[in-house]
């Protein structure tokens, strides 16, 4: 059964910083890409970005960029999250995901079904 499964998340304040994990299992970690997404309350689940099995990144809008970095272990099976220099704007749930590649997300769709997530709050 494929599983992934987020943590790391928390209550931390404007201007500092998260590591989110994605530990994953029940597939061939190495061969696919790993993405983050979130989901803030009221709003629909977005993409925020995503690395490929052979390391290249790709963000799926500007939310994270010069701010957060994606990171992978495949030794561990578990992809990272880094996020730096918080805003309230990036509370949400954040969620992680595999897909062949960067670009399936949008036109495949993921690899089994989403996770729980993990909540992140930034307080102003």
């Known amino acids: 059964e494929v599983q992934l499964v987020e943590s790391g998340g928390g209550l931390v304040q404007a201007g500092g910083s998260l590591r989110l994990s994605c530990a994953a299992s029940?597939?061939?970690?190495?061969?696919?890409?790993i993405g983050w997404f979130r989901q803030a309350p009221g709003k629909a689940r977005e993409g925020v970005l995503c690395?490929?099995?052979?390391?290249?990144?790709?963000y799926f809008g500007d939310s994270g960029k010069g701010r957060f970095t994606i990171s992978r272990d495949n030794a561990k099976n578990t992809a990272y999250l880094q996020m730096n220099s918080l805003k309230p704007e990036d509370t949400a749930v954040y969620y992680c995901?595999?897909?062949?590649?960067?670009?399936?997300?949008?036109?495949?769709?993921?690899?089994?079904?989403w996770g729980r997530g993990t909540q992140v709050t930034v307080s102003s």
């Open positions: 690395i490929s099995s052979t390391d290249s990144t790709t």
């Open positions: 029940g597939f061939s970690f190495d061969e696919y890409a």
């Open positions: 995901a595999a897909s062949l590649d960067c670009g399936s997300f949008y036109r495949v769709g993921v690899l089994g079904s």
